[in-house]
């Protein structure tokens, strides 16, 4: 044991560097969402996300969402389990066939106004998987979609770019908005 600790001690950290993090960009942004989320709501937004069969690289980027750096519920958004909750629908993956029936029932069970917003290259227009017989494609194939967020996967700044888009599209950087 002791050989490894010794070890480990002249090898030192070999981990590359963390990437330079825009807190200035983070911050504004969130302040923004904020003030439009409460100007359009008077509340929080309530999200329920939704994987209708991605590979999961999308949602690890909105796992960090709710990690304490970005902590997206000092900003008035939070995940809800429950469509009849939600306010917003936030879908990943090409639609799978199997998961066709479940998405349409999680957005019938959406209480209206709703937003979709459609997360990732996969929601946005099927990916590499495209339409077969295993994958309707693009969620809009499925559902009516408000917003769509490119990007394999999409970071997190971007996700909060897409969510400023769906709540206020004229508040949005240009580049979310031509999406």
Known sequence: MFRILKQSLKTGV??????????AELE??????LRHVHARLGRSLAIRQVDAG???????????LNNPYYDLERFGLHFVA??????ALLVTGPVSRHMETALRRTWAATPIPKLVIAAGT????????????ASCGAVENVIPVDVKI???????????????????PEAAPAAARDR
């Open 14 to 23: 070999i981990t590359e560097p963390a990437p330079a993090a825009d807190d």
């Open 28 to 33: 504004r942004l969130g302040i923004e969402l």
């Open 54 to 64: 991605s590979c999961n690289g999308c949602e690890l980027e909105i796992h960090a």
């Open 82 to 87: 429950s469509p009849r909750h939600a306010d």
């Open 122 to 133: 996969c929601a946005c227009d099927g990916g590499e998987f495209g339409e077969s017989y």
């Open 150 to 168: 490119p990007g394999c996967p999409p970071a997190p700044l971007d996700l909060l770019r897409g969510l400023l888009a769906a709540i206020a």
